[in-house]
């Protein structure tokens, strides 16, 4: 088993940034892929950015490019994403995932574990 636990959530106003993180302890030496999601009021979880563990490859969804960026300290078995610019639109809870698999990394269904998500909240 593999436990996540997400923090650096808040709100900010829209162009503002906050910082993501996500530990991982248990079993991570089965972890090959971590990815963030979030899901706002009445809509599906949607895929925001990708990492691959070991080789720390990223991945990243349109709505993201540009202005998040994933990225992985491995001693520390933490994922990190830095949200800059960011909009209203942003606004959701943001879930940090687990996966042994190497690809799919988009889907939500490919994923093992999930944290239990933090809150952003931007303001225009």
């Known amino acids: 088993q593999v436990q996540l636990v997400e923090s650096g959530g808040g709100s900010v106003q829209a162009g503002g940034s906050l910082r993501l993180s996500c530990t991982a302890s248990?079993?991570?030496?089965?972890?090959?892929?971590m990815g963030w999601f979030r899901q706002a009021p009445g809509k599906e979880r949607e895929f925001v950015a990708g990492?691959?563990?070991?080789?720390?490859?990223?991945y990243y969804a349109e709505s993201g490019k540009g202005r998040f960026t994933a990225s992985r300290n491995y001693a520390r078995n933490t994922l990190y994403l830095q949200l800059n610019s960011l909009k209203p639109e942003d606004t959701a809870v943001y879930y940090c995932?687990?996966?042994?698999?190497?690809?799919?990394?988009?889907?939500?269904?490919?994923?093992?574990?999930w944290g239990q998500g933090t809150q952003v909240t931007v303001s225009s």
């Open positions: 995932a687990a996966t042994r698999r190497r690809d799919d990394y988009q889907m939500p269904l490919s994923y093992d574990y």
């Open positions: 248990g079993r991570t030496g089965s972890i090959n892929t």
């Open positions: 990492i691959n563990w070991i080789g720390a490859n990223t």
